[in-house]
Antibody
């Protein structure tokens, strides 16, 4: 059974940093592209960042230069290091797996990040 | 940047057919994915690559694309279909993932 379990969320002050982790199981992590998608309360889905199986990284414009996505295949883990956090970064962050047909076939349960003083 | 446009809401009576549209420039040339999200839950993909149903998704869900519009069709709508629905594409130029704004399906 595929499982994606996020951790590391919480309350952080504006300008602060936070590192999200996603522990993957039930599939061959190293051969799959992985992404982070977020959703502010009452709002729609917003793509944040992605990393290919080869390590290529991609970012939404509003987080480029502030967020860093990475992966550790040996640990079957995905990370999102977030710096210079802003109030508008407040959201539930989902770790997602890219399926063989290109869409997001598995999602974690989500982890809440709140940026507030 | 590439933009996908969805209606904010669609309402349909039980047993009828719901059509949710997703507009984007030449979307017919892209692979479109549709997700269902119920309150408090993570999204679930219901249609992949325009019209394929993932394993476990009921035949009542189908997708199509033509020109600048993709459509998710839900036949014989049930109360359990009430949810938010999002379309998504890959922008191959920038390798950015793009979501539509989402459509709230209400079953009357």
């Amino acid at each position: 059974e595929v499982q994606l379990v996020e951790s590391g969320g919480g309350l952080v002050q504006p300008g602060g940093s936070l590192r999200l982790s996603c522990a993957a199981s039930g599939f061959t992590f190293s051969t799959n592209d992985m992404h982070w998608v977020r959703q502010a309360t009452g709002k729609g889905l917003e793509w944040v960042s992605g990393i290919g199986r080869g390590g290529n990284t991609y970012y939404q414009a509003s987080v480029r230069g502030r967020f860093t996505i990475s992966r550790e295949n040996a640990r079957k883990s995905l990370y999102l290091q977030m710096y210079s956090l802003r109030a508008e970064d407040t959201a539930v962050y989902y770790c997602v797996k890219v399926g063989p047909r290109g869409g997001f076939d598995y999602w974690g349960q989500g982890i809440l990040v709140t940026v507030s003083s | 940047s590439y933009v996908l446009t969805q209606p904010l809401s669609v309402s349909v009576a039980p047993g009828q057919t719901a059509k949710i549209t997703c507009g984007g420039n030449k979307i017919g040339s892209k692979s479109v994915y549709w997700y269902q999200q119920k309150p408090g839950q993570a999204p679930v993909v219901v249609v992949s690559e325009d019209s394929d149903r993932p394993s476990g998704i009921r035949e009542r869900f189908s997708g199509s694309t033509s020109g600048d519009t993709a459509t998710l069709t839900i036949s014989r709508v049930e109360g359990g279909d009430e949810a938010d629905y999002y379309c998504q594409v890959w922008d191959s130029v920038s390798y950015h993932v793009v979501f539509g704004g989402g459509t709230k399906l209400t079953v009357l």
